[in-house]
């Protein structure tokens, strides 16, 4: 084996054994001390919720925030194929390469399509204690797949991916840590969007970063070692190489594409004011949104006030609305219909209803599931 090769390695296992290492090690004294827990307490409000998420910067950086990550990859892909035929740019064809590769491994499979799909931690918006319905479950510990999709968390790795940039080290120092500040800044704030909303913990967060890190490692020292490839010619490509690497691009491109869309952020907010006859002696509401999801206040107003908040990820073009129709029997029952409409593909969507209803029909409401 090259000497030079064999050098990359050794130092790529050291780096990654000692990487995984602190992870471990910094998870299990974090999960001692319930951490997590403490930290989204000082966030959510019994009253209040999670109030805080909807205030920007923070709104912006979950809606629009993963959009510089993924316009980079796709132009680290196009210019990777450019750099294979200019010989001013070959040089670094694996740097372009690395990026790519980190981001689309990374972020779109172990993160998005592997761990938060089967490790079935639920989010602190959907466990008991803030106001949700599951269990707690710590960090690194494996619940019911499709049981929530808080680990790790998806959005931050769309910061920490501009860490990349230290690879460009031996060029030029000052890129390499100014990308390292920017990738750890930026993805800092993605995770406090995203903690303050009550989508991720900490620990989601620290293991975004940890994954991504992990992969970099492996692709920059045991797969393309990038400065070896400083001294590498313009070799001509035949036409069906050509062809096979635009198929290659052409497939992770669409790859990146799915991932982005399927994984777009969806935020919708409706308000609906009935009004309610004098004749109106009890309200049952018939609703297709789950009664854990529904929070009554009974108070000083005359009419009923429903605010339904809905969020998740959906496919672009993708809608929701809500159809509300009254009817008032001879008994003096009042049917509400309340229809929570989708239309598209939400690969994952959390409805939130706040109703505020007036204090004489305290004791006199009652909520029935639609048929479907």
């Not at 008991?128 to 959005?155: D, K, M, T």
């Not at 995770?191 to 303050?196: I, M, Q």
């Not at 400065?227 to 035949?238: A, Q």
């Amino acid at each position: 084996m090259d000497p030079q090769r064999k050098r990359y390695y050794w130092i790529g296992a050291i780096l990654l054994t000692l990487w995984l290492a602190v992870l471990l090690t910094a998870t299990l004294v974090w999960n001692r001390f319930d951490a997590d827990r403490v930290i989204i307490r000082q966030i959510w409000s019994p009253e209040t919720g999670w109030s805080l998420g909807d205030d920007q910067p923070w709104r912006f950086l979950y809606e629009f925030g993963t959009i510089p990550a993924f316009a980079l990859t796709f132009i680290s892909l196009l210019a990777w194929y450019r750099s294979l035929q200019s010989p001013k740019w070959i040089r670094f064809r694996r740097y372009f390469l690395l990026y790519s590769l980190t981001s689309i491994v990374g972020a779109g499979l172990i993160v998005n399509a592997l761990l938060k799909e089967y490790t079935g931690r639920p989010r602190p918006r959907e466990v008991v204690e803030f106001g949700g319905n599951w269990e707690y479950r710590a960090a690194l510990e494996l619940g019911i797949p499709g049981q929530g999709q808080s680990f790790p968390c998806g959005h931050c790795t769309m910061g920490f991916i501009f860490a990349s940039g230290v690879m460009f080290w031996n060029y030029s120092p000052p890129l390499a840590i100014g990308s390292l500040v920017l990738g750890l800044g930026y993805g800092t704030l993605m995770s406090t969007a995203r903690l303050v909303q009550g989508a991720h913990y900490v620990s989601d967060a620290f293991w975004s970063l940890g994954v991504m890190g992990a992969t970099f490692i492996c692709f920059y020292f045991f797969v393309l070692q990038p400065p070896l490839s400083d001294s590498v010619l313009v070799r001509k490509i035949s036409n069906r190489t050509k062809w096979r690497l635009r198929i290659g691009i052409a497939a992770c491109l669409i790859l990146i594409t799915v991932l982005y869309s399927t994984r777009r952020p969806f935020f919708k907010e409706h308000q609906r004011i009935v009004s309610l006859s004098l004749e109106a002696l009890h309200i049952e509401l018939v609703t297709n949104v789950p009664a854990e999801n529904w929070d009554v206040e009974f108070t000083n107003v005359d009419h009923l006030i429903m605010d339904l908040q809905v969020n998740g990820f959906a496919f672009p073009a993708s809608k929701h609305d809500l159809d509300v129709d009254t009817e008032l029997s001879s008994k003096g029952i009042m049917q509400i219909l309340v229809n929570s409409k989708t239309f598209g593909y939400f690969p994952e969507l959390h409805e939130g209803v706040t109703l505020r209803v007036p204090m004489r029909f305290q004791h006199r409401l009652s909520l029935t599931p639609l048929p479907p």
